[in-house]
C-alpha cells in the first residue's frame, strides 16, 4: 500500500512537471496550429535563466530558508521566466510569424531547427561567459533551503520538497492560466483568435499580439517547469528540454492537444503511468531503463484508438 | 443663425463619410471589381445589389481591409484607409458575413465583449495585475454588451453558447458584435439571407434603428423588397462595374438592372446584331415595370435563388 501511494506521490510530481510544459504545446497549437518543437529547448532556456540569476546574485549558498524562499527563489523564477519569455517571442518574431501562410511542414522544419541551434547555442557559448561552468556537461543546480535536502516522512512515504513545489506551482499556473484565458480582455482575444483569426480581425482584434501572448504564456510556465526540473534532479544540461519536450508533447496529445485541461490531465496521467510502469511491470520491461518506452508506447496508442485525446482536442470549426 | 445651421447641414450631408475610388481588385487575369466608384454619407442606408459573381463580396473585402485593392483606394472620414483589417475596424467600420462567422464556443455575451475590445486598453500586464483600470473596464465592456444584445433583441441569450443558438438569432447576435465596435459605418453581407418573411421585418427595422444611431449602413442583398423599401440610395453591381447608383424608384426602374438580373434578346445566341434594343421609352419611369406588390413573386429575381431560405406563407 505504501508502495502504491509513493509511486503515485512520485508520478504527480513528475506529471506536474510534464503538465507545465505540455500547456505551452497545446496553448500554441490551439492559437496557430503549429507544434511547437523548440519548446523544450524554451524549458532548458529557462531553466539556465534561473541558474544565471543565481550566479548573477552572487552564487549564493546556505541561506536562512526565509531568505532562500521569499527572495533568492523568486528571483530565479523571474529570471527563468524573462529569458524564456524572451527567447520565445524572438522565435515567434523571426522563426514563426514570416511562415504563419506557408504550408504547415515549413514552420515544422523551423521548429527543429530552432531546437537544434538553442542546444547547440547553450552547449558551445554558456561555459565562454567567465565565471560560468562548463555548460558542455550537467550544471548542479544551487540548492534552496527548504527545497531540496531533507524530505517528510509521512508514514513509509517520503515526499521530495521539490515535489510539493512542483504540484504547487502547476496548481498556481493552472489557475492563473484559466483566469486569464478566461476572464481577461487579451484571454478573450486569444481565444477568438483560435476560432476564427480573421474575424477576430475584423473585430480589431491584434492577432499578432494575441499568437505572441500564447507563445510568452507557455514559456512562463516552462520556465517554473525548469526551475522545478532542477531542484528535481539537482542538475541540469543543454539536452535537457529534448526528452522533457517530447514528454510534454505526448502529454498534451493524451490530453487532447489544444485543450488546456487537456495538457495538464494528460501530463499527470503519464507521469502517474511511468511511475507505476517501473514498479508493477515485472522483469527488466519494469527497468527505469524501459520508462520511456512505455510512455511513447501511450502516445502511439492515443494516436490510433483517441486521437482527439482524453479531453478532447479542439477542432477547428471554422466553415 | 439659421443660414449657419443650414450651411452645417450641408457640409455634412456633402462630405462623404466613405468614398471608394476607382476601386479594382484583380485575381490574376479575372478583374473581380471593375473601377468601382461609390460614397456613402454619414445615417445613409445604401444597398449593393448584382447577380452572383457581380464582384459585392470582393468589393467589401477591399473595403474592410481583407483585400488590398490592386487600383484605386478607399478613402474613410478622410483619411485612405490601410489594408489591415484591424486597423479598418478601429477606424470604425464594422462587418457581418455572407456565412456567419461567430466564435461558436463562446457565449453570445462574450462574442460581442470581443467586439467591444478594439475600444478599450488595458493589457495583458494590467490585467494580471488586476489593476484597477482592468476591473473597471472588464465590467464596463460586460456591461455594454448586454445593453448590445438587448439592442438587437438578444439579450435573454447573453449565456447561450453561440453555436447552439437558431439561425435568425446567430445573425442579429453578429449584428450586435459588429455593433459593439462603435462604428460609423456598418457593412451588412446578405443580413436576411435564410430569414423567414417576420424575420426579414425584424431585420428591416433593426437597421432603421442602427441608423437611427447616427451610423451608415451599406447591405448587400438579393431581397429585392428589402432593399428598395429600406434603402436611401441603391447601387446595382455587374461584372464587376458599377451599373448605376442612384435612388431606388430609378433603380428599380431602369432597364439595364434587369437585364442584368433576367438577360436581354441581346444575348440571346444568332441574333446578337439585328435584336432590337430594349425600348426605353416602355419601361420610363412614370409606367413603372417594376412593382412589387406585398407577396408577389420578385420580378427581377423571378424566383428564390437561396437554398434552405424562405418559407412564404
Known amino acids: 500500500m505504501d508502495l502504491l501511494i509513493q509511486q503515485l506521490i512520485n508520478g504527480l510530481s513528475l506529471g506536474a512537471l510534464y503538465a507545465l510544459i505540455a500547456v505551452g504545446y497545446t496553448v500554441v497549437y490551439g492559437i496557430v496550429q503549429l507544434i511547437n518543437f523548440a519548446h523544450g529547448e524554451v524549458f532548458m532556456m529557462g531553466a539556465f535563466g534561473s541558474y544565471t540569476t543565481w550566479m548573477l546574485m552572487g552564487s549564493p549558498t546556505n541561506l536562512s530558508i526565509g531568505v532562500a524562499l521569499g527572495l533568492v527563489l523568486p528571483a530565479m523564477i523571474l529570471g527563468g521566466v524573462l529569458v524564456s519569455v524572451g527567447t520565445a517571442l524572438l522565435m515567434e518574431r523571426f522563426a514563426y510569424r514570416p511562415l504563419r501562410n506557408a504550408p504547415r511542414l515549413a514552420p515544422l522544419i523551423s521548429a527543429i531547427g530552432l ?86 480581425r475584423l473585430m480589431g482584434i491584434n492577432v499578432d499580439k494575441a499568437i505572441a501572448t500564447a507563445f510568452a504564456v507557455g514559456a512562463a510556465l516552462a520556465a517554473v517547469a525548469g526551475v522545478a526540473h532542477g531542484l528535481r534532479y539537482n542538475n541540469i544540461d543543454f539536452q535537457m528540454g529534448f ?51 512505455w510512455a511513447f508506447a501511450i502516445l502511439i496508442l492515443v494516436l490510433v484508438f483517441r486521437p482527439q485525446g482524453l479531453l478532447g482536442a479542439k477542432v477547428v470549426d471554422r466553415a | 443663425m439659421t443660414t449657419q445651421v443650414q450651411i452645417t447641414d450641408e457640409i455634412l450631408v456633402e462630405e462623404p463619410l466613405l468614398s471608394a475610388r476607382q476601386v479594382t481588385m484583380q485575381f490574376g487575369g479575372l478583374t473581380a471589381v471593375n473601377k468601382v466608384d461609390l ?4 445615417g445613409e442606408i445604401v444597398g449593393l445589389i448584382g447577380p452572383n459573381g457581380a464582384g459585392k463580396t470582393t468589393f467589401f473585402n477591399c473595403l474592410t481591409g481583407m483585400y488590398q485593392p490592386t487600383a484605386g483606394q478607399v478613402l474613410f472620414a478622410g483619411a485612405v484607409l490601410p489594408p489591415q483589417p484591424r486597423k479598418v475596424a478601429v477606424a470604425g467600420v464594422a462587418r457581418t458575413f455572407q456565412n456567419i462567422r461567430l466564435f461558436h464556443n463562446m457565449t453570445a455575451l462574450e462574442n460581442v465583449m470581443v467586439g467591444r475590445y478594439a475600444r478599450t486598453k488595458t493589457n495583458a500586464i494590467e490585467a494580471i495585475l488586476r489593476l484597477p483600470r482592468h476591473r473597471r473596464e472588464e465590467a464596463e465592456t460586460r456591461e455594454v454588451a448586454q445593453q448590445w444584445l438587448d439592442f438587437v433583441g438578444l439579450g435573454d441569450a447573453a449565456e447561450s453558447l453561440s ?95 434587369i437585364e442584368a438580373y433576367i438577360g436581354s434578346p441581346v444575348d440571346m445566341p444568332g441574333e446578337q446584331e439585328e435584336a432590337p434594343r430594349p425600348d426605353v421609352s416602355t419601361l420610363a419611369p412614370s409606367k413603372p415595370v417594376l412593382e412589387f406588390p ?4 420578385n420580378p427581377i429575381i423571378g424566383h428564390r435563388t437561396k437554398p434552405g431560405g424562405r418559407k412564404d406563407a
Open chain 1, 115 to 200: 531546437s537544434i541551434g538553442l542546444q547547440e547555442a547553450v552547449r558551445l557559448f554558456y561555459g565562454q561567459i567567465p565565471g560560468f561552468p562548463d555548460s558542455r556537461r550537467a550544471i548542479p543546480f544551487p540548492v534552496i533551503e527548504g527545497l531540496t535536502g531533507r524530505s517528510i516522512q509521512v508514514g513509509g512515504v517520503t515526499i521530495q520538497h521539490s515535489a510539493i513545489f512542483t504540484l504547487g506551482a502547476l496548481l498556481i499556473c493552472a489557475a492563473l492560466l484559466w483566469w486569464f484565458v478566461n476572464k481577461t480582455r487579451m484571454g478573450r482575444a486569444m481565444q477568438a483568435t483560435s476560432q476564427d483569426a480573421d474575424t477576430a
Open chain 1, 243 to 293: 526528452m522533457a519536450g517530447m514528454k510534454a508533447f505526448t502529454a498534451a496529445v493524451l490530453g487532447g492537444i489544444g485543450n488546456i485541461n487537456g495538457a495538464v490531465v494528460g501530463g499527470l496521467v503519464l507521469g502517474i503511468v511511468e511511475a507505476m510502469a517501473t514498479t508493477y511491470i515485472p522483469g527488466q520491461f519494469g527497468s527505469s531503463a524501459w520508462k520511456d518506452v
Open chain 2, 39 to 42: 460614397d456613402i454619407h454619414p
Open chain 2, 163 to 257: 453555436r447552439n443558438m437558431p439561425y435568425g438569432d446567430q445573425r442579429r447576435l453578429e449584428i450586435a458584435r459588429a455593433l459593439a465596435l462603435e462604428p460609423k459605418l456598418l457593412l451588412l453581407d446578405e443580413p436576411t439571407a435564410g430569414m423567414n418573411p417576420q424575420e426579414t421585418r425584424e431585420a428591416e427595422e433593426l437597421i432603421t434603428r442602427i441608423r437611427g444611431l447616427g451610423m451608415a449602413v451599406l447591405v448587400i442583398e438579393h431581397d429585392m423588397r428589402f432593399i428598395f423599401s429600406l434603402c436611401d440610395r441603391v447601387a446595382c453591381l455587374v461584372r464587376g462595374e458599377v451599373l448605376i447608383d442612384d435612388v431606388p424608384e430609378v433603380v428599380q426602374n431602369d432597364p439595364r438592372v
Open chain 2, 294 to 297: 406585398p407577396n408577389a413573386i
